[in-house]
């Protein structure tokens, strides 16, 4: 009797374990199910590139914005190339897109402004600087504003955003705010002097990328 008894207990015992079991594997399995949904979208809307120093989430400006640069036809054909795929790597963190861009032309190429520039290649200080100066995210948004052509003796280069240019209507400046790339405030500082030294975009006419820089 005493042996059938504990059979039983056994039995019940081990009854309760297994729906302890089945409980527990549905919440852990909901939650890492959660977690690939979200991990999937926020792949999704970077569009982000599967390269070895492609960033992605947090590590990057950019990260979870929209590409919005669409194609301008009154620009020359290569310029237009060079300009989405410009802002197609800034948006998906593409760290080696943007290198294969520069090393078309490499010794045209400016990312620093001044006597002082350092060392770095353009990739490595970007990077350095992102986190602060989101220059990922102004890149792309400032290739979705209003560009304007910059004529220095006879050298044409066509520059993202206009204001750069010379050309810095009223409305000019607004969209330089629409386009999130700074503030009212700060577009207000640049207008106190009539003077724009932010970040800037270059494309000459044959599609070379010019500079990518900011400062005087």
């Not at 199910?33 to 590590?59: C, E, H, K, N, V």
């Not at 970007?126 to 102004?138: F, G, T």
Request: a negative charge; proline letters at 3%; charged letters at 20%.
């Amino acid at each position: 009797m005493n042996s059938r008894l504990r059979l039983l207990a056994l039995a019940a015992s081990a009854l309760a374990l297994a729906g302890c079991g089945s409980n527990d594997d549905g919440g852990p399995t909901s939650t890492r199910s959660t977690r690939t949904t979200t991990s999937t979208s926020a792949t999704t809307s970077t569009g982000a590139m599967t390269t070895p120093t492609t960033t992605t989430g947090d590590d990057c400006s950019a990260a979870g914005t929209a590409l919005r640069v669409t194609v301008t036809t009154d620009l020359p054909p290569a310029v237009n190339t060079t300009r989405n795929a410009i802002a197609t790597a800034a948006v998906n963190c593409d760290y080696d897109t943007l290198q294969t861009i520069i090393d078309r032309h490499p010794d045209q190429f400016q990312f620093q402004a001044g006597a002082g520039a350092s060392e770095q290649t353009a990739i490595d200080y970007w990077k350095s600087i992102d986190a602060k100066e989101h220059v990922m995210l102004r890149l792309s948004q400032l290739l979705a504003a209003q560009g304007a052509e910059l004529t220095e003796g006879a050298v044409v280069t066509h520059v993202w955003p206009a204001v750069h240019a010379g050309r810095r209507t009223d409305a000019d400046w607004q969209e330089l705010v629409e386009s999130g790339a700074y503030t009212e405030q700060e577009v207000a500082a640049f207008r106190t002097d009539d003077l724009y030294f932010g970040y800037r975009v270059g494309i000459l006419p044959d599609g070379t990328w010019s500079y990518f820089v900011a400062g005087d």
